[in-house]
């Protein structure tokens, strides 16, 4: 009798234990994938001008992003332009409210193979903002992302001498957007429908809305 007591009380356990695991999430998973413009401002001057990229990646809710493509538009002093010439690293971690309002941080930093330059760019708290069509059953798709922050350029010894110069200024800004041109863009000088072409490999580039 009292190892059948014994038995019993074992499949009470098992079955609270059980019922824990199948507790219903309440997370609401979003992901991203895909090309981000980016558009450095830095009221000094400099080579921020010079400095506005396309990035292609995918990060699922938190952690590192998975970077495929990346490109500078225009030639610059303190970084080669094409792909292999640097590395890029990032990370991001985003939450998505029941409403499907996404809102985190965001980190990218790209260091030159061949100049040493190393350029930083910082989201400010919740300044990745954007729309999900997830559930807490589905992960969703991030739309009409966009990410603001701050940005910092340490130039390497041979971009020094070059003319690339450092900065390091509260009032050095960027704003990043996904999948076209963000509204305080200027005009560069590629025509963005060429922005799969800058990749190295070429990537598939959903074409925004023309450009007056």
């Not at 100049?115 to 919740?126: C, E, I, Q």
């Not at 729309?131 to 992960?139: H, P, Q, V």
């Not at 020094?160 to 110069?165: D, I, M, T």
């Amino acid at each position: 009798m009292r190892r059948l007591a014994i038995l019993v009380l074992l499949a009470l356990e098992f079955a609270v234990c059980g019922c824990a695991n199948n507790t219903p999430s309440t997370v609401t998973n979003t992901s991203t994938a895909g090309n981000w413009e980016a558009q450095l401002i830095n009221p000094s001057g400099g080579q921020a001008s010079l400095l506005n990229f396309v990035v292609s990646f995918k990060v699922k809710n938190s952690g590192p992003l998975s970077i495929d493509g990346f490109s500078f538009f225009n030639d610059n002093t303190c970084f080669a332009k094409d792909f292999k010439s640097q590395t890029e690293t990032g990370n991001a971690s985003f939450t998505t409210d029941s409403t499907g309002h996404v809102k985190g941080t965001l980190s990218l930093k790209i260091t030159s193979s061949t100049t040493g330059s190393v350029l930083t760019l910082t989201s400010n708290p919740d300044g990745l903002t954007g729309t999900s069509n997830g559930t807490t059953t589905t992960t969703g798709t991030l739309s009409n992302g966009q990410v603001v922050g701050t940005w910092t350029l340490t130039p390497g010894a041979t971009a020094s001498a070059k003319g690339c110069n450092a900065v390091n200024a509260p009032d050095a800004t960027f704003v990043m957007c996904q999948n076209a041109p963000c509204s305080t863009v200027v005009a560069l000088a590629k025509p963005r429908e060429n922005l799969a072409a800058l990749f190295d490999p070429p990537l598939s580039f959903s074409r925004p809305a023309a450009i007056q």
